[in-house]
């Protein structure tokens, strides 16, 4: 399934709270194993600009657009805190 499809799945949903989150957890777990490739910072950023305009309403396509867009940021780790807080001091 699609980004797109995934997101009007969630958008249909009438669930709220705890179910909500998970039902995007689901939708983005779905979406990182279907990609031909790894779901990369860079795939999950196309996927958030791809849907993003479409106008999320329901609690858990506005979760799943949260997970695709902190799935955008790339990991800097332990290792690159360290050498920004070196930078810094």
Do not use: C
């Amino acid at each position: 399934m699609d980004v797109t499809q995934i997101l009007n799945t969630l958008e249909s949903s009438s669930l709220r709270g705890p179910e909500a989150q998970a039902a995007a957890r689901r939708g983005f777990l779905e979406w990182a194993l279907s990609q031909p490739g790894p779901a990369t910072p860079e795939a999950a950023r196309a996927a958030f600009h791809l849907v993003a305009g479409l106008g999320a309403r329901s609690p858990a396509s506005v979760q799943f657009l949260a997970f695709l867009e902190q799935a955008a940021r790339p990991y800097m780790g332990a290792r690159g805190r360290r050498k920004r807080d070196q930078r810094l001091h």
